[in-house]
Nanobody
Framework: QVQLLESGGGLVQPGDSLRLSCVAS????????MAWYRQGPGKQRELVAS???????NYADSVEGRFTISRNNAQNTAWLQMSRLGVADAAVYYC???????????????????WGQGTQVTVSS
């Protein structure tokens, strides 16, 4: 059974940085796209960033230039380095992964079969 485990969330002040990690277990193959989604209070879940197994990266406009997604294919691990965090970034951050490899830069949410439980990021002064 594939499981995604996120870590690294916490309480930070505006302007701080934070690094989230996502580790996949229970699989013997290389995952396709891996992504980070987030859901703030009263908001819909939204894509933050995604990365294909070949390194194609997509960012939401709101995080472009502040967040960096990366991954290690051999370890089926992904990271999200977040800098210059603002109150608008506060949310539960979810790791998602697709078992299939697609040539597209960006996938629909429905392509992600595996989801983590989420890690809370709180930004407050």
């Amino acid at each position: 059974q594939v499981q995604l485990l996120e870590s690294g969330g916490g309480l930070v002040q505006p302007g701080d940085s934070l690094r989230l990690s996502c580790v996949a277990s229970g699989i013997s193959f290389t995952l396709g796209h891996m992504a980070w989604y987030r859901q703030g209070p009263g908001k819909q879940r939204e894509l933050v960033a995604s990365i294909s197994s070949g390194g194609l990266i997509n960012y939401a406009d709101s995080v472009e230039g502040r967040f960096t997604i990366s991954r290690n294919n051999a370890q089926n691990t992904a990271w999200l380095q977040m800098s210059r965090l603002g109150v608008a970034d506060a949310a539960v951050y979810y790791c998602a992964a697709s078992p299939r490899h697609y040539p597209s830069q960006r996938l629909r949410e429905s392509h992600y079969n595996y989801w983590g439980q989420g890690t809370q990021v709180t930004v407050s002064s």
